[in-house]
Each structure stands twice: as structure tokens, then as C-alpha cells.
């Protein structure tokens, strides 16, 4: 597991301007994930142009989504851990409702 | 609803190397809208890179889940008016189990 | 695989009226999945009343979710390998746009 | 916006015997819900038993699905706005572990 920001992290406390703060290796990891997710998705404006079979493109396009929700459970696993438990420790409930309406759109 | 292609098609007949036959209006929706999806993909690692708050990242990941959703489902529909459709009044059935994996992939 | 219905089925082809025609086999397994799903909702109304921790209720709730898409899945064959093929090889192609419809519903 | 429940809950607090807390109100909505899937499971039911059109029960599944996320959804904002907020003020951050667990198996 990831170690926590045991410290307190003024990134999530400021409202005007919060920042995430993640470790350089969770920075790495989702970018490199990034990168592959937007080399497939230019591979698969390749595949329209070439005419691929459908079937063919549609299982591309499941693929990305699946790398996309990973990325997603990443941040959301590293959000919790910081900015979420931060802020609520500090008294400031916003964050849960906040975070309910991002978690409700990525619900089924 | 897009006029579908009436002659039998080619391109979906031939196992060795079927073909989609997608009109140019299609293709041109298909290939802007994937422009941007690639271009959301490039700014959520700007905003990784940046630090941006977790939860404006999460927000756009799930815009970019939306409009690939999008893309799915056009491309849904003109492989089931053109390919599934003419496949299967040529009574290849086979088309039907290719059809129901990669939907299972796309079902909730 | 399921023995698929060979001969021409009268329940799909007549619009004013359209029948299923799953196979005995089929129908009960659907109804025994059936039986535990509304076995489980049951269960979670009794987690509510006894004011059960919302984690598990959560994970129940899940459960039941795949359930559902396993039902959901085993229709969705039955219906494309029976209804679906037999009306667009009699040249009725207005099952596909239905297909659509439902299938856009069921996909993330 | 429900009441928050203000004083701290020994209902979250003990691990041995983790409770909810959501008021009547919200228990009384929950189980008008659960109880009208459930009669929505047995008219599924219903539906096969009586070979009723694929593509209707289709429909009708996709019904409940929403219906259960609806009820989902109303249970993790209960428990977000309470025990994940008052185990975590306690300084209990194994909730937020628990969470992850959960949002992850209702995400897409």
C-alpha cells in the first residue's frame, strides 16, 4: 500500500487552490497509463479510417474503457487516502459531499 | 437514421478479411469525436503532471467514459444495420456469437 | 451451446403478439436466478430494518447487481439466436432498431 | 439535505458490531423502493413463465438495475455523511480502505 501523507497536507486544506499530492511513483504510473490510453484511442481513429471491422473496433474500445476505469480507481484510492481523510480530520465535511457527486457518475 | 446500404456488401462477407462500410459522414463524426477524446486523454495527464485536485481529474475521466460510451454506441448501430443485418440474411449465423462476446463486454 | 431452434418460429414473426420460445431448460434456470435475486432483495430490506452496517448492505446490493447481469446476459442470447436471426433472415428488419434501443440501455 | 447526525454514533464506533444510523425517514424510502423491486423481480418472473417478448423482459431488467443503483446511491450518501465521516474524525482511517473495496465493485 501506498505510504500515506502522514503530515498534514496544505495542497487539500487551501479552497482557493487545491492540489493533489501523490508520490512521483503513483505520478509515473497513471501517466504512463495515459500515454498507452491515448496511443489506442489514435489507434483506433486508425481503424475507422482503414475501415476495420466493427466487432474489431468496438472490443478496442471496451479495452480503453477498462485502462480509462483503472486509472480512475487509482486516483480515486489515492484521493481517499489524502485529500478525503485530510480534510475531514479537519472538520471540513464539503469534501463527502464533493465526493459523492463524483462517485455517483462513475457508478454504473 | 442513416440510409442503410442496401446491395449486399463485400466487405462483410469475406471471413478471411471483413471490412466495416461506414458512409464518409460516419467516419467523419466517428473520427472528430475521437480527436477530442484524445485530446481530453492529453489534458487529464497535463492535469496529473500539474497536480490538479483529484477530483476535477476524476470528473473529466468520467466525461471522456461518457464520450467513448458515444463513440460505442454509433458504431453499434451502423455494424448492426450493415454487417450483422446482411451476415445473417446470407444465413451466416456465426455473426450472432461474435455479436453477443463483444456486447457482454460493453454490458454494464 | 444451447440447441438453437431450428424451424421457423410462428411467437416471433407475428407483430401484434410476439412470444419468447426459450426451452424448458433455459426457463427454469432463469427462474431459479430469478427466485434468488428476490430471495436476496428480500434480504436487504431485512438489513435495513435491522439497521445493518451500510458497507455490507452495499456489498449485497452489488451482488445482486451481477445477478441481474447474468439474467440479463442469458436473455439477451436466447433472443438473439432465436428472435432476432429468424425475423432479419425473413427480411424484417425493424428487430435491429429494436435491438438497439434495449441494448443501449443495458450497455455502461 | 438529510439531517446530519451531529453528536458522535457508538454505532459506527464498535468494531465487533458495526450499525447504521439513517433515520426513519430514510429507512421508511428505502424499504418503499426494495419493495416495489422486489415485486418488479416476481413480474419478471412472471414475464418468462409466460414466454412473454425477450426484448420486453430485457426492458424490464434494465428497470431495476436503475432502481437498484438509485438505492445504492441513497445508502452511500448515508453512510458517507456518517460512520465514513465519524470513524474518520475518530482517527479510524481502516474505513477508508472498506470504502475503496466497495465504491470499486459499483463502479463501472
Redo the contacts between chains.
Keep these: 500500500m501506498e505510504p500515506?501523507q502522514s503530515e498534514e497536507h496544505p495542497?487539500?486544506a487551501n479552497p482557493t487552490e487545491?492540489?493533489?499530492?501523490?508520490s512521483e511513483k503513483v505520478?509515473t504510473n497513471?501517466?504512463s497509463r495515459?500515454?498507452r490510453?491515448?496511443g489506442q484511442?489514435?489507434g483506433?481513429?486508425k481503424m475507422?479510417?482503414n475501415?476495420?471491422?466493427?466487432?474489431d473496433?468496438?472490443?478496442q474500445?471496451?479495452a480503453?474503457?477498462s485502462a480509462?476505469?483503472s486509472?480512475?480507481?487509482i486516483?480515486?484510492?489515492?484521493?481517499?487516502?489524502s485529500?478525503?481523510?485530510e480534510r475531514?480530520?479537519e472538520?471540513d465535511?464539503e469534501v463527502?459531499e464533493?465526493?459523492?457527486t463524483?462517485?455517483?457518475?462513475?457508478?454504473?
Design positions: 500515506r495542497a487539500c487545491r492540489k493533489s499530492h501523490h505520478k497513471l501517466t495515459l500515454n490510453i491515448e484511442v489514435r483506433i481513429k475507422i479510417e475501415d476495420t471491422y466493427c466487432d473496433v468496438l472490443n474500445i471496451s480503453v474503457q480509462l476505469n486509472v480512475g480507481k486516483l480515486l484510492e489515492g484521493h481517499l487516502r485529500c478525503v481523510t475531514l480530520q472538520g465535511t463527502i464533493e465526493l459523492l463524483t462517485v455517483k457518475k462513475l457508478m454504473k
